[in-house]
Structure formats: C-alpha cells, structure tokens
C-alpha cells in the first residue's frame, strides 16, 4: 500500500507544479519572456492549468459579485442568490460580506452555479 499524501502540485503527466506555472520540467533556460518579446506578466495572469474559480475570486477580491447557488435538498429556497463582496476563495469554498446587511458567508463551491459581476473582472489566461 502506498502511504504517500496527496500532493496538490504533482501531475503524473507533468511533475510538480510551482503554482507559478512552472512544472520542473526542463525549458533550455528559455522564460517565457525571453521567448516572446511581447510578453508581460501581472498579477492578473494565469497559466491555462490554473483557471480555477478559487483563483479567479483571488484575483477579483473586494469586487462586488452575485453568486447563483443550488442547494438540492433544499425545500424552500432550493435556488438562492447571494450578492456581496469577494472577500476570500479557497478550493472548496468562498467568503462574501453583505455591505447592506453586514452579514459574511461562507459558501460551498459544491452548490455554486455561477458568478456574475458587475463590472469587468481581473481574468487573462497565459
């Protein structure tokens, strides 16, 4: 039996993975800003592998957002909408506070439909 902990970077087809997009693999000392004169990374940039919900809230914190969810075992209020501020995202779940009411949440990505902001969002896939 294999006792080994699940490691989030490795991907068995690629190696580990940095979260900066850089697989340990060999790139020739090749960045891809030598290669492409044209290239300028930001803070707002996310290699292909990255575009997760959780990184693009990262990337969007303190912008106002709806967050469509369903909940099926719900009775009453199987679908719900939740309009706040992007205050933190993890792998599993997401916190929004109410500016009208005050209130924090914390939300399952598990129910989440999909988000809609009201404004042009931080998203640019490398």
Same mark, same amino acid.
């Given at each position: 039996?294999?006792? $080994?902990? +699940? ?14 997009? $850089? ?7 090749? $960045? ?9 990374? %930001? ?17 969007? /914190? *303190?912008?106002? &957002? %709806?967050? #469509?969810?369903?909940?099926?075992? &719900?009775?009453?209020? /199987?679908?719900?909408? +939740?309009? *706040? ?8 779940? +997401?916190?929004? $506070?109410?500016? /009208?009411?005050? /209130?924090?949440? !914390?939300? !399952? ?13 931080? #998203?640019?896939?490398?």
């Amino acid at each position: 039996m294999n006792n $080994s902990y +699940f490691n989030p970077n490795y991907n068995p087809n690629l190696g580990y993975n940095d979260m900066t997009g $850089s697989t340990g693999a060999p790139n020739n000392g090749v $960045s891809a800003g030598a290669s492409n004169p044209n290239f300028i990374a %930001s803070s707002t940039d996310l290699p292909m592998e990255q575009s997760y919900v959780e990184n693009i809230l990262r990337m969007n /914190k *303190g912008k106002i &957002a %709806s967050f #469509y969810m369903t909940f099926p075992e &719900a009775g009453e209020w /199987k679908n719900k909408v +939740f309009t *706040g501020i992007v205050e933190q995202a993890a792998r599993d779940h +997401f916190v929004i $506070s109410d500016p /009208k009411t005050g /209130k924090w949440y !914390l939300l !399952l990505s598990i129910y989440l439909d999909y988000i809609v902001f009201d404004e042009e969002i931080n #998203y640019k896939i490398l």
